[in-house]
């Protein structure tokens, strides 16, 4: 049998395994960020209208630019974040990591460098690898924040063409404060005049925006046209089906993505669907404020029961800290240990590798029940 290191594949790319999570077969599923709650039936027979409407035209190329869509997007952010946007700043692709290669593709590529500061999503990685964009980790500090010092120093010597800032971050769930992105911004435009080039990119990945106890970083791309801002209808907007991703940047940007995009890469049924979502915004928002309840109760009965849980403004909750070593962790097991024996239990979480930690999606009430259950449980079983 043909083995994938047989193939000419580039060698960047040997010995590299492609994202995802076990999607196991178990009562509860907090393991890959997804939005608990079904569509309302009102937005469904609205989807459905739109995209009965949309399959009568499909013998046509879809419009290209998608600017009705690109149109309510524009609207959405204005009303949400209070920060005026016009459709020409606005891109629209297939799910947010279709933008963000869109982006790398624009702005990275051979020769040229980006930075992340880990751990954090790690499709930064594996996308900047695959456009052939070399890739630099910066660390983080032990409670998961950036060290704006050491991030400035590294930018300075490393002089990145492209930097992403994730916020709130996943898989820590850490929110960035405003002034620590324009120093890193400020450090990065300035490494690269220094060697000559016009700046470098600057990308908040601003996925679970919505769920912040912050206000939207939004309005730092004001002036600042090597900034951007990333985001996701699949968290918010429950729509992780839809692969709807967004971005909001100077025109010039849009225009820069536009080169690199393949044609009519939206098709019609998915600007249908995404324009029926945006009609019902004050709806799936509700949704939005009740898991941010629900992950502040995740965090506060964590704790009272003994575990170590870093700050979330995701609506994901990262939980700890295990070592069988260590005489101070929250269990005498290791994080993969846990992780099974919660399965075990019929709740699937997610190991993202970070030492110690395991990272859980706030569910239903129900299924978060279910979860803190199991946690007491394996603590109750593997005590000390």
């Not at 974040?81 to 279709?98: F, L, Y």
């Not at 100077?250 to 049924?269: E, I, K, N, T, W």
């Not at 965090?299 to 995701?314: H, K, M, N, Y």
Request: hydrophobic residues 40%; contains cysteine; aromatic residues 6%.
């Amino acid at each position: 049998m043909t083995r994938i290191d047989d193939l000419p594949i580039r060698d960047e790319l040997r010995g590299k395994s492609p994202y995802g999570a076990p999607q196991l077969d178990v009562p509860v599923r907090l393991n890959t960020n997804e939005n608990p709650y079904p569509l309302p039936e009102a937005l469904v027979e609205r989807i459905t209208e739109r995209v009965a409407h949309a399959a009568r035209g499909l013998n046509r190329y879809p419009d290209r630019d998608a600017l009705e869509l690109r149109t309510a997007l524009a609207e959405y952010l204005t009303r949400t974040t209070g920060h005026r946007t016009e459709t020409a700043g606005v891109w629209a692709a297939n799910g947010s990591n279709e933008i963000l290669q869109q982006l790398l593709q624009a702005f990275g590529g051979p020769g040229r460098l980006a930075l992340g500061f880990e751990p954090s999503y790690s499709m930064h990685a594996l996308i900047a690898r695959g456009t052939g964009t070399d890739w630099l980790a910066g660390p983080r500090g032990a409670d998961f924040t950036i060290d704006v010092d050491a991030a400035r120093a590294l930018i300075a010597e490393q002089a990145p063409d492209v930097v992403f800032v994730c916020s709130p971050n996943n898989p820590t769930g850490t929110a960035v404060a405003a002034e620590t992105v324009l120093a890193l911004h400020d450090a990065a435009q300035r490494a690269a005049l220094d060697r000559g080039r016009r700046g470098a990119l600057v990308v908040i990945d601003e996925a679970y925006g919505e769920f912040s106890h912050r206000p939207s970083l939004l309005p730092l791309i004001d002036g600042r046209p090597n900034l951007v801002l990333s985001r996701t209808m699949s968290k918010a907007f429950g729509a992780a089906g839809l692969r709807l991703g967004y971005l909001a940047a100077d025109p010039a940007v849009v225009d820069a993505v536009q080169l690199v995009r393949l044609p009519y890469h939206l098709s019609s049924v998915t600007q249908a669907t995404a324009l029926a979502a945006l009609e019902h915004t004050d709806t799936l928002l509700g949704y939005v404020e009740q898991l941010k309840s629900e992950r502040d109760r995740i965090v506060a009965e964590l704790r009272a029961i003994g575990c170590e849980v870093t700050d979330s403004d995701a609506n994901f909750v990262q939980f700890g800290r295990f070592d069988p070593d260590a005489p101070d962790s929250t269990l005498p097991l290791t994080a993969n240990a846990v992780w099974q024996a919660l399965l075990e239990h019929g709740v699937l979480v997610r190991d993202n590798g970070v030492p110690g930690r395991l990272r859980v999606t706030a569910g239903t009430p129900a299924e978060n029940d279910a979860f803190l259950d199991a946690v007491r449980a394996v603590m109750k079983e593997n005590k000390r």
